[in-house]
T-cell receptor
Framework: QQQVKQSPQSLIVQKGGISIINCAYE??????FPWYQQFPGKGPALLIA?????SEKKEGRFTISFNKSAKQFSLHIMDSQPGDSATYFC?????????????FGKGTHLIIQP | DVKVTQSSRYLVKRTGEKVFLECVQD?????MFWYRQDPGLGLRLIYF???????EKGDIPEGYSVSREKKERFSLILESASTNQTSMYLC????????????FGQGTRLTVV
């Protein structure tokens, strides 16, 4: 049973465009939703995160939109750059400190074309 | 700077061998995790620990065990390696003060032949 569903599996965006990655979750006990960015040969790195009491969070070119009633959240990358080309994972956590670990989506391979 | 170090980047082991994957974090984090990453499957939680000598099963613990004798060190053990355990293994740590913000090591790519 996949608790966090992520789409699309792969995405190609032109430089300067908006990249959008979507996730949906099933377990209403999830209370923290981070996004991770992973470059080849590296471990995932925390990019941005949101709590369900907030509908949007923005950090630079990266924005998370959160829809609690629909149990969906998405990552928007504005003015996408070739350096943003990476694999992106959404995740969800049930515990305040992440002590129970994260449940990840299957990932989105993003390519930004120059 | 935050650091999670995994002892090996690449390992090749034979079927049936006992395999140890080591992870050390220098951030005094309470929580440590082992995930495996496979193409098209994302990251899946194998085991985690929220304190020294404590361990909890994750989503896919079968065929694995763990050891946490010191706060900074978390070991993943494959009791009898099998080819279906060929994967990328990622260690992570976190603390309640950084909610949800787990820090990952660079991974160990294990091949079982």
């Amino acid at each position: 049973q996949q608790q966090v569903k992520q789409s699309p599996q792969s995405l190609i965006v032109q430089k300067g465009g908006i990249s959008i990655i979507n996730c949906a979750y099933e377990n209403t006990a999830f209370d923290y939703f981070p996004w991770y960015q992973q470059f080849p040969g590296k471990g995932p790195a925390l990019l941005i995160a949101i709590r369900p009491d907030v509908s949007e969070k923005k950090e630079g070119r990266f924005t998370i939109s959160f829809n609690k009633s629909a149990k969906q959240f998405s990552l928007h990358i504005m003015d996408s750059q070739p350096g943003d080309s990476a694999t992106y994972f959404c995740a969800a956590s049930m515990s305040g400190g992440g002590a129970d670990g994260l449940t990840f989506g299957k990932g989105t391979h993003l390519i930004i074309q120059p | 700077d935050v650091k999670v170090t995994q002892s090996s980047r690449y390992l090749v082991k034979r079927t049936g061998e006992k395999v140890f994957l080591e992870c050390v974090q220098d951030m005094d984090h309470e929580n440590m995790f082992w995930y495996r990453q496979d193409p098209g499957l994302g990251l899946r939680l194998i085991y985690f620990s929220y304190d020294v000598k404590m361990k909890e099963k994750g989503d896919i613990p079968e065929g694995y065990s763990v050891s946490r004798e010191k706060k900074e060190r978390f070991s993943l053990i494959l009791e009898s390696a099998s080819t279906n355990q060929t994967s990328m293994y990622l260690c992570a740590s976190s603390t309640p003060s950084i909610r949800g913000g787990a820090f990952f090591g660079q991974g160990t790519r294990l091949t079982v032949v």
